[in-house]
């Protein structure tokens, strides 16, 4: 079975084509949601967490204090650096664990926004870029999440690799703005992945 990283940059359309992956029955780990969920759930996660951030970090209820973990990371690359350490093991181990139960597909999808970023995609096979230009997905961006501000979006693109260094990065590329369909390019590269 082959794992297929797919990611891209905020609004590029990830979750569209992992959907269109889904309909033709290829399984998709979504590790960001995983990341979250494991902050909350893995009590050895959730320990050396309260460990190196203090009690704050979790409610009393055992969910994760999004907001102070933020405040205490925001700006500061060493505790970013050390949360991402954290965290990037234990999501990996979920996904190796993950990836058992579907031994009879041909390949399984694993998205991650970061996934050039963390490094990653250097334990998968081969990945896939969903690629939209700038002010395309500043828009849709915009538009699914009014609570966003165009300033906070700008920001997180700044955090995530160019569309050149994702692009040169990648082993594919689904180009998703509106230039050709989504669907021939997920369908083509399907049949090339299950050779």
């Known amino acids: 079975m082959k794992k297929i990283g797919i990611t891209g940059g905020i609004g590029a359309g990830k ?3 992992c959907k269109i992956f889904e309909i033709l029955d290829i399984p998709n780990y979504p590790a960001d949601y ?24 979790y409610f009393e209820n055992g969910e994760l204090n999004r907001n102070y973990l933020s405040k205490e990371v925001f700006g500061d690359d060493e505790k970013l650096k050390l949360l991402n350490n954290l965290v990037h093991p234990a999501v990996a181990e979920d996904f190796k664990n993950w990836c058992k139960q ?44 009014p609570n966003r501000t165009k300033e906070s979006v700008l920001s997180i693109m700044k955090k ?6 994702r692009i040169e990065l990648a082993d594919f590329v689904i180009y998703n703005d509106e230039s050709q369909s989504v669907i021939k390019q997920v369908m083509r590269l399907h049949e090339l992945l299950v050779e």
């Open 15 to 17: 979750s569209l084509i």
């Open 160 to 165: 995530q690799f160019s569309d050149e260094k």
């Open 102 to 145: 579907y031994s009879n597909k041909p390949y399984v999808l694993k998205e991650a926004a970061l996934l050039f970023e963390t490094g990653s995609y250097k334990q998968l096979d081969a990945t896939i870029n969903v690629h939209a230009n700038q002010g395309l997905r500043l828009q849709r961006t915009l538009e699914r999440d």
């Open 34 to 57: 995983r990341a979250k969920w494991l902050q909350s759930n893995d009590s050895e996660l959730k320990a050396k967490i309260a460990f190196h951030f203090g009690k704050e970090a």
